[in-house]
Nanobody, 122 residues
Framework: QVQLVESGGGLVQAGGSLRLSCAAS????????MGWFRQAPGLEREFVAA????????LYADSVRGRTSLSRDNAKNTVYLQMNSLKPEDTAVYYC???????????????WGQGTQVTVSS
């Protein structure tokens, strides 16, 4: 069982930045690929970004590529999602996900955090 705790969400103006963090409980954190999804009201959960468990390779959704950077610190069992040039359409609850497979088309599976709200005002 892996427990994930997100933090760093909040209210920001368009064009601003936020850094989300996801802290994992498990010492075997480095065995998991880590990712972020988001869900806006009335919409399905969508993939945002992911980072490979060992070499730090990253994958980004087209909607955030170029504005977002995902990193991980295996010594601290934490991943960081740096989001810049935020837009109102980035408003959503952001969820951290830990999984063993590298299939980010699947919106379920693995372990999930409780989510953190990001609101971008225009």
């Amino acid at each position: 069982q892996v427990q994930l705790v997100e933090s760093g969400g909040g209210l920001v103006q368009a064009g601003g930045s936020l850094r989300l963090s996801c802290a994992a409980s498990k010492r075997t954190f480095s065995l998991y690929h880590m990712g972020w999804f988001r869900q806006a009201p009335g919409l399905e959960r969508e993939f945002v970004a992911a980072i490979y468990r060992s070499d730090g390779s990253t994958l980004y959704a087209d909607s955030v590529r170029g504005r977002t950077s995902l990193s991980r610190d295996n010594a601290k069992n934490t991943v960081y999602l740096q989001m810049n040039s935020l837009k109102p359409e980035d408003t959503a609850v952001y969820y951290c996900n830990a999984r063993m497979d590298w299939n980010w088309r699947a919106r379920e599976g693995g372990y999930w955090g409780q989510g953190t709200q990001v609101t971008v005002s225009s």
